[in-house]
């Protein structure tokens, strides 16, 4: 197997419901099957409250503030800063700065097989035009999560009233 190597200017580029994902490793690239990704977050970006049942996730903060919530408990993330969910742990985000550059990474091919059926090819750079699932999005959303190891157990961390504990 010879090295995956994508420069600052590669990787596939993608529209991922109101985010731009750029591929940097998929899990079809090495041995450990680990997956990279970076995204280009909004405002106020915020997935619901899930779960993955296989992999753990890990997030690095490239620029911005992400308010994380991970098993109850809210953590700040900037710049610099990284975090992990376990799988099985309930978790959720939500972009609290102007907009934030993200970087995931996973093992396993499930959360890439999400992201790849559930996004579309950029047609051009920056973020897609922002609107709000509907309900049958929602419904397809929950089903491609489910069938990828991914569980929606509540809503998005910037509609949930009261506050976790802050660690």
């Known amino acids: 197997m010879g090295v995956a190597l994508i ?17 940097l490793v998929s899990a079809r690239e090495g041995n450990d099957g680990l997956c990279v990704v970076e995204h280009h977050m909004p ?31 809210t953590h700040y993330l900037q710049a610099g800063d990284a975090a992990v969910a376990p799988k099985g742990v309930p978790h959720s985000y939500v972009v609290e700065s102007d907009g934030a550059r993200v970087m995931t990474i996973t093992r396993g091919h499930d959360f890439e097989s999400m992201l790849r059926s559930l996004s579309r090819p950029a047609n051009r750079p920056g973020l897609p035009p922002q609107t709000a699932p509907d309900a049958d999005a929602m419904a397809e959303i929950a089903e491609t999560c489910r069938q990828n190891g991914i569980e929606l157990v509540g809503p998005p961390l910037s509609d949930r009233q009261g506050g976790p504990e802050i660690v």
């Open 43 to 73: 405002h106020g970006d915020a997935p619901p409250l899930h779960l993955h049942h296989h992999e753990d996730e890990v997030f690095v903060v490239l620029y911005g503030t992400l308010r994380l919530e991970v098993g109850g408990c």
């Open 7 to 23: 420069n600052r200017d590669g990787g596939e580029m993608r529209w991922f419901l109101g985010s731009a994902i750029r591929f």
